[in-house]
C-alpha cells in the first residue's frame, strides 16, 4: 500500500505527460482547459494523500517504539559491500511530512486548476507537478541516503522546471537556471557527505546508520573531525536546497516559476527537504558541536539578512521569497540550538501559513491581471474579500500573534534559542530582532496590498466589473473565467477552485499550532522515536522565564505591526522617511548587493576562464583534431571514390588481383 | 592416366585454338560457332577419360541446347555487330588481366605438378570395374537415384525455377509492349 | 600401356586451368554481354572438365555426379541470364557493357 502513495503522482505525471507529450504538442491539436489534466493531477495526489492519512492513522495505533512501516520494492544497486534496496519507510517524522506534502499538494493542485486557465500547455504543467511530488515523496519515504537524494535530485529538476515553465521569458529561463547551479553546488556537497558516511558507517540505511550512532563504541573510533566534516558537507548540501547562506540567491528569483509552484516548491516542500535530512539524521549532527553551531549562527543570520531585505522589496512575491528564506533561516537555527522538533513544527506550520500567503498573493496577481508590484495595489479588501480574510489570518500567523500557528512555533524556536544547551542568549536576539523585522515588513506588504486607498486606475483594466466584482464574487467565481483573457474586466475576486484552499489553509494556519503546544506537546511525543526530546533539566532557563519570554515576543510583535501601521498609513511620511535613510533603502532594495557580488567574484572569472579555454584549447586544439579527422576521411572517400567505376568487369579485375595475391600467399611455402 | 595421348593432345589442341577464338573473335556469331568446337573438343576428352555418359550430355546440353539458346538470342536482337570491343578496355585492365591470368595459370601449373603424385586413395569405381558391372551409364544412372537422390531431386526445383524465371522475364516485356 | 604413353594427370588440369583463365580473361576484356556469357561457360567447362579427370584419376563417381549438377546449374543460368539480356535489351537497346553501368547511377 505504501509505494502507492509515490506512485499516484507518478502516474498522474505519465497520463498527463504523455497525452501533452503525444497529443496536445502537435501542431494544430485543439488546445486543452486545464480542466481535465488538472482534475486528473489533483486526483492523483489527492489518492496519494487518503493513503497518507490511513498510513497515519496506521502508525497512530501503533505502540512509539515499532511506530514505522516499511515496503520494500525491489533489490536496486548490489555491488561488492553496497547493497541497496529500494525500499520505502514511513515512520513518525516522515509521515508528518508526506502529509503536509499530499495535503498542500492536493491544494495547489486544486487551486492550480484556477490560476492556470489561461495558460497555452496547463497539461506540461500538472505534468511537471505530479513528477514533483513524486520526486518529494521518494525524498522523505526513502529508507536509504540514495534514495533521499534520488528525491533530492528529482525536486531540483522539477524545479528548475517549474521555474523556467514560461521560458520565452528569459530572465525566467535565467532564473530556473540560476536555481539549478545554486543546488548542484549544494547536491555536491551533499554526496560528498553521503561518501563520507558510507565510508565511515558502512552502510547508507537510516535505520543502520541510527543503530550504529547508538553504539557508544562505535562513535568512539570515528574521529570527530571526520564527523563534523561529514555534518557540514551534509549542511552544505542543504544550504543549496533549502536557501541558506551563501547559497539562497536562488529562491527570490525563482518566483519568476507560476505562484502555486511559489506556494508548492518554493514555500511549504521542498526548500524544507533540508530540515527534513538535518532531522532525519539528528543523531549525527549532534556529535558534532562545531557542525550545530555553525547551523545555528548560519540559519540566525540568513533569517535576520533575508528580513532585512524583505523589507525593501516592492514585488510581493519578492517579499514572500525573502520571508521564506528568513523563515527557513528560523528553522535551521531552531535544528543548530538541537531543537528538531521544534524545526520539523516550524516546517508544517510555516507550510501552511506561506503556502497560504503564496496563493492568497497569487490570487491578488491573478485578480490585478499579472500586477506584482504593491505599490500599485492599495485597496483590495473590498474586491477580493475571500483572499483578503485569508490572507489576514496567514500574516496573524507570521507575525507570531498567539493562538496563531506561527506563533507556538517561533515560540518554541526562540525559547530552545535562548535556553537549549546548544543556544545563546545573542541567538536570541537575532531571532527576536528578526521577528520584529518579519512582522514590520509582512504588515508592510498587508497593508499596502489591502489596506487604505487603492492606487491603481482601474478604468486601464477595464472596470466593466467593478461593482460586480465587490459584491457579487461568489456569482462571478461560479461562472468562471471564459471572458477573463479576451475582454478585460476591473479587479475581482477569483473563482472558488482558487478560494477553497484558501480557505482551507487559513483554518490549519489557525489551528496547526496547536499541536504543538508547550508542555503538552503531541508532536514532541510522537516525534520521540526519531528525535529525542530534551532533558529539560539541561536548560539554562526556567519556565518562568520561558513564558516571560513568550510574552516578550508577543509584545515584540505587537509594537512591530502597529509601528508598521501607521507609518504605512501616511504614505507621505512614509515616503519622506525612505528618502532620509536613501542609501540604506538602497542597498536593501539591491539585497545588499549580493548577486553583483557574486556576479564579480565568482560567475565573471568562471566566465573569463571558460572563454579562454574555449578559444584556447576547444577552438585551437580539440576542433582542429577533430576536423582533421574530417577532412582526411573526406580525402580517403574521394580517393576511393574512382574506384567505383560502376563497371563489373572492373570490378571483377579486383577479385582476379585479390585471388592472385591470397593463392599466391597461401601456396607460397608449398 | 590411362588415356591415349593422341586423343588427348589432339582434342586438347583444338579446345585450346577454339577457346582462343571465342575470345578473340569481333563477331558474336564466330565466337559462338568457335564455342560449339571447344564442346565437341571437351566431349572428345570426357569419352577418353572413359565417362560416356558425360560425354553425350555435353554434346546434347551444351552444344546442343545452349549453343542453340546463344545463336537464337544472337539472331533474335541482331546483335551480331561485329567490332572488336577489347580495343576500348583501358591498357592498364588489360595489362592487368594479362599478368594476372598468366600469373595465376602460371602459379596453377606449378602446384599441380608439384602435388601430383599419381594414383592415391583410388575409389572402388575404376574403368574396369565400372565396365564389369554394366558400363558408364549404367553405374551413373544408380548413383544418381540412390546416393545422389536428393541433389537430384533439388536440381529438379532449380529447374522449375529457371523456367518460371525465364518466362517471367520474357512475358512482362511482352506485356508492356502490348501497352 | 607403358608409362611414357600416358597422360600425367598434371597436364590434364594444367589444360583445364588454362581454358578456365582463357575464359576469364574473355570475361574480363570482352564488353559484349553475349561473348561473356560464351566466356563464362568457357570457365564452367573447364571445371567440369577437372571433375572428371580427377573422377578417372581417382576412379571415384563423385566428381562425374558433380558434372551432372553443373551442367544442369549452367543450362538454367544460360536460360534465365540470356532471358535478362533480352530484357535488358528491349529496354536499354544495347549489349554494350559500357553503356550499362547502373550500379553508378
Redesign the interface.
Known amino acids: 500500500m505504501l509505494k502507492w502513495i509515490p506512485l499516484l503522482p507518478l502516474i498522474g505525471f505519465t497520463i498527463n505527460g504523455f497525452w501533452y507529450a503525444l497529443i496536445q504538442c502537435r501542431p494544430g491539436a485543439k488546445k486543452a482547459g486545464a480542466t481535465i489534466p488538472g482534475l486528473i493531477a489533483t486526483l492523483a495526489i489527492f489518492g496519494a494523500f487518503l493513503i497518507s492519512v490511513k498510513t497515519f492513522l496506521e502508525l497512530k495505533g501503533m505502540p512509539a517504539e515499532g511506530r514505522f512501516v516499511e515496503q520494500h520494492l525491489f533489490n536496486w544497486i548490489h555491488v561488492g559491500d553496497l547493497d541497496l534496496k529500494m525500499a520505502l519507510r514511513v515512520d513518525s517524522l516522515s509521515t508528518l511530512f508526506t502529509l503536509v506534502i499530499t495535503g498542500v499538494g492536493t491544494l495547489i493542485h486544486l487551486y492550480s486548476i484556477g490560476y492556470m486557465s489561461h495558460d497555452a500547455t496547463p497539461g506540461k504543467f500538472f505534468a511537471y507537478l505530479n513528477l514533483f511530488c513524486f520526486a518529494m515523496l521518494m525524498l522523505v519515504m526513502g529508507s536509504s541516503l540514495p534514495i533521499l537524494f534520488l528525491g533530492w535530485e528529482g525536486v531540483g529538476l522539477c524545479s528548475y522546471l517549474l521555474i523556467g515553465y514560461w521560458y520565452e521569458d528569459l530572465e525566467k529561463a535565467k532564473a530556473g537556471k540560476k536555481a539549478f547551479i545554486a543546488n548542484r553546488v549544494g547536491d555536491l556537497g551533499f554526496l560528498l557527505g553521503m561518501f563520507m558516511i558510507y565510508t565511515h558507517f558502512g552502510t547508507l540505511e537510516f535505520t543502520k546508520i541510527t543503530e550504529l550512532l547508538a553504539r557508544g563504541d562505535f562513535i568512539a573510533a570515528i574521529s570527530p573531525a571526520a564527523i563534523t566534516a561529514t555534518c557540514l558537507l551534509l549542511f552544505v548540501g542543504c544550504t543549496g536546497k533549502s536557501a541558506q547562506i551563501p547559497l539562497y540567491v536562488w529562491l527570490p528569483d525563482a518566483m519568476a516559476g507560476p505562484t502555486p509552484v511559489s506556494a508548492l516548491i518554493h514555500a511549504a516542500t521542498m526548500v524544507t527537504s533540508g530540515i527534513y535530512l538535518v532531522s532525519r539524521l539528528n543523531g549525527l549532527f549532534s556529535l558534532s558541536h562545531t557542525a550545530m553551531m555553525t547551523m545555528a549562527v548560519i540559519g540566525g543570520l540568513t533569517a535576520f539578512f533575508a528580513a532585512t531585505i524583505a523589507i525593501a522589496q516592492n514585488d510581493i512575491k519578492k517579499v514572500l521569497a525573502y520571508s521564506t528564506v528568513s523563515q527557513l533561516g528560523y528553522m535551521f537555527l531552531a535544528c543548530g540550538v538541537g531543537a528538531y522538533t521544534a524545526g520539523v513544527f516550524h516546517v508544517i506550520t510555516h507550510a501552511f501559513f506561506k503556502a497560504l500567503m503564496f496563493l492568497g498573493a497569487g490570487s491578488v496577481i491573478h485578480g490585478m491581471h499579472e500586477e506584482q508590484d504593491i505599490l500599485k495595489m492599495g485597496g483590495l479588501r473590498l474586491k477580493m474579500p475571500v483572499t483578503f480574510v485569508t490572507f489576514l489570518v496567514g500574516w496573524v500567523a507570521i507575525c507570531g500573534l498567539p493562538p496563531f500557528s506561527g506563533f507556538f512555533s517561533k515560540d518554541e524556536i526562540l525559547w530552545n534559542a535562548f535556553a537549549s544547551p546548544h543556544g545563546s542568549k545573542l541567538l536570541w536576539v537575532v531571532g527576536a530582532v528578526t521577528a520584529a523585522m518579519t512582522a514590520f515588513y509582512m504588515t508592510r506588504m498587508f497593508y499596502l496590498t489591502f489596506m487604505g486607498k487603492p492606487r491603481f486606475d482601474e478604468s486601464k483594466m477595464g472596470g466593466a466589473h467593478d461593482s460586480h466584482a465587490a459584491h457579487g464574487h461568489d456569482d462571478h467565481a461560479g461562472h468562471g473565467h471564459a471572458d477573463h483573457g479576451h475582454a478585460p474586466q476591473g479587479v475581482h475576486e477569483s473563482p472558488a477552485t482558487m478560494t477553497i484552499p484558501l480557505v482551507v489553509l487559513a483554518i490549519l494556519s489557525i489551528v496547526g499550532g496547536f499541536i504543538g503546544i508547550p508542555h503538552m506537546s503531541w508532536l514532541e511525543e510522537w516525534l520521540e522515536p526519531v528525535i529525542p526530546a530534551h532533558d529539560p533539566a539541561t536548560f539554562t532557563a526556567g519556565h518562568t522565564t520561558e513564558y516571560l519570554l513568550m510574552g516578550v515576543s508577543t509584545l515584540i510583535a505587537i509594537l512591530s505591526i502597529a509601528y508598521a501601521w501607521k507609518t504605512y498609513t501616511n504614505l507621505k511620511e512614509a515616503s519622506a522617511r525612505k528618502a532620509r535613510h536613501a542609501k540604506l533603502h538602497e542597498t536593501l532594495e539591491h539585497k545588499w548587493y549580493v548577486d553583483e557580488a557574486y556576479e564579480s567574484a565568482v560567475i565573471q572569472p568562471i566566465y573569463e576562464m571558460s572563454v579562454k579555454l574555449w578559444k584556447n584549447v576547444d577552438v585551437a586544439v580539440i576542433d582542429r583534431v577533430v576536423l582533421g579527422f574530417g577532412r582526411v576521411s573526406e580525402w580517403t572517400g574521394q580517393a576511393a571514390r574512382t574506384a567505383q567505376t560502376g563497371s563489373i568487369q572492373v570490378y571483377a579485375v579486383m577479385i582476379l588481383i585479390g585471388l592472385a595475391l591470397s593463392l599466391g600467399y597461401l601456396v607460397r611455402g608449398f | 592416366?590411362?588415356?591415349?595421348?593422341v586423343g588427348?593432345?589432339l582434342f586438347?589442341g583444338v579446345?585450346?585454338a577454339c577457346?582462343?577464338l571465342?575470345?578473340f573473335k569481333k563477331s558474336?556469331v564466330s565466337?559462338?560457332f568457335s564455342?560449339i568446337l571447344?564442346?565437341a573438343a571437351?566431349a572428345g576428352?570426357?569419352a577418353n577419360?572413359?565417362?560416356h555418359?558425360?560425354a553425350a550430355?555435353?554434346v546434347l546440353?551444351?552444344a546442343g541446347?545452349?549453343m542453340v539458346?546463344?545463336i537464337f538470342?544472337?539472331m533474335?536482337?541482331s546483335?551480331d555487330e561485329p567490332?572488336f570491343?577489347?580495343g576500348?578496355?583501358h591498357p592498364l585492365?588489360?595489362a592487368?588481366?594479362?599478368f594476372?591470368?598468366?600469373?595465376?595459370?602460371v602459379?596453377?601449373?606449378w602446384?599441380?605438378?608439384?602435388?601430383?603424385h599419381?594414383?592415391?586413395?583410388?575409389?572402388?569405381?575404376?574403368?574396369a570395374?565400372v565396365a564389369a558391372s554394366g558400363g558408364n551409364s549404367k553405374?551413373?544412372s544408380q548413383?544418381?537415384f540412390t546416393r545422389?537422390i536428393l541433389?537430384f531431386e533439388l536440381?529438379s526445383i532449380?529447374?522449375l525455377?529457371?523456367?518460371v524465371?525465364?518466362i517471367a522475364?520474357?512475358k512482362?516485356?511482352l506485356g508492356?509492349?502490348g501497352k | 600401356m607403358n608409362t611414357e604413353n600416358l597422360v600425367a594427370p598434371w597436364v590434364v588440369q594444367s589444360f583445364c586451368a588454362m581454358i578456365f583463365f582463357i575464359g576469364l580473361s574473355g570475361v574480363l576484356v570482352r564488353r559484349n554481354i553475349l561473348v561473356i556469357l560464351m566466356c563464362v561457360e568457357l570457365m564452367l567447362n573447364a571445371v567440369n572438365l577437372s571433375f572428371v579427370a580427377y573422377a578417372h584419376q581417382l576412379q571415384d563417381m563423385g566428381g562425374q555426379m558433380a558434372v551432372f549438377f553443373i551442367i544442369v546449374v549452367a543450362a538454367a543460368e544460360s536460360a534465365v541470364g540470356l532471358g535478362l539480356l533480352i530484357a535488358m535489351f528491349r529496354t536499354l537497346k544495347t549489349v554494350d557493357t559500357d553503356e550499362i553501368r547502373l550500379l553508378k547511377e
Open positions: 592416366m590411362d588415356i591415349s595421348p588427348f593432345y586438347a579446345a585450346i577457346s582462343l571465342v575470345v558474336p565466337s559462338a564455342l571447344v564442346f571437351f576428352i570426357y577419360l572413359a565417362a555418359l558425360v550430355l555435353q546440353v551444351y541446347a545452349i539458346l546463344f538470342v544472337i533474335l536482337l546483335a567490332s570491343d577489347m576500348r578496355s585492365v588489360k592487368l588481366v594479362g594476372f591470368c598468366v600469373a595465376l595459370f602459379m596453377f601449373v602446384a599441380l605438378k608439384k602435388s601430383d599419381g594414383q592415391v586413395l583410388v575409389g572402388p569405381y575404376s574403368v570395374a553405374v551413373v548413383l544418381m545422389y541433389p536440381t532449380l529447374l525455377a529457371g523456367i524465371g525465364a522475364l520474357a512482362r516485356n508492356k509492349e
